[in-house]
């Protein structure tokens, strides 16, 4: 098995974005004669499966809050919140199996490595998860595409467990959806099952040890390596523009949804019935007991085809005046509701 690091001049990228760009560059362009691996650990982010609505498994005020990046991937399973505190794998292979059997072969060798450890009751729950006694400390991904098999999973070492639920803990009123929504399990850091001896590792030293166990090696100096040239990082860089760093791909490719929202302002009561379709608000219903001279349909079609985007949507209602429509009502608060981070008034 192959060793790529995901590092420019050797240097290690710890965007998650550039990160995602690099693996389905690898997956599509790099071929060797044997399996390849690829470890990452990234900056605090957040990782969207292929078929979800991306708004509709974030908490949008801590995400902004806290500038966390989102990016969606290629492989299905739910959402999960990354940071320093994990070590992630990428697995390609040019040998897929069935869909069980690829998780059970990508699983094997952690479930031991961290055996090793001194990890007791390690084992595979479902199809994709792996546990210890009732933890969540792993959730893995798959695809297969022209023939190559692209499977990983996070290992949980140490998590910011107050983040990953306030930014993971979508707040949004009655939304229906098509997208496949995650499923929330207890989740656990590693570190308290190792042995006394492993307690005290850094990160950094834990993916060292389970890189050695997977490549099964002594020193990963005696590691198969294939490194990233000028010219591969060329068509990363124009493949993270395209895809992993475009609002298009991480929020407008999320399937259809609609949703109804409603607020009590100091100027009265707003109701909001969406519909979004690739990030764009396809059709729009306002009521409410606010006073105003205007149509409110005017309002309505001023929004009707724009993304689902805080300067968009402010862009849109500042072609009209919004006061005309509803009285007391700034283009702040309505897009504060459209976008879920309306605090209503007590």
Known sequence: MYLIEIARHGVITRKMGEQMAAQEYVLNHIKLDDDIL????????IQIGKYQNTIQEINVDYVEKHHLPIIRRETGGGAIYMDMGAANFIFISDHPASVS???RRIYAPAISGLEALGATNVSQRGRNDLEIEGHKISGAAQT???GRLYAGYSLLMDIDGDAMAAALRPNRKKIASKGIQSVRKRVGGIRPYLAEEYQ???VDDFEELMLKHFLEVDDLTQAKRYELTDKDWEAIDALYAEKYG????NY???PHYSYQRDARFSAGTVDIQ???ENGQLTQLKIYGDFFGKGEIKDVEEALTGVTMRREDLLQ??????LDQYMSGIEPEELVDLILDQHQTEE
């Open 38 to 45: 690829l470890p990452y650990r990234c900056e605090p982010s």
């Open 101 to 103: 059997e690829n998780f």
């Open 144 to 146: 297969v595409t022209n």
């Open 200 to 202: 005290h590792i850094s």
């Open 246 to 249: 475009n609002w298009e791909w």
């Open 252 to 254: 407008g490719a999320s």
């Open 274 to 276: 969406l519909e979004v």
């Open 316 to 321: 849109a209602l500042n072609t009209i005046a």
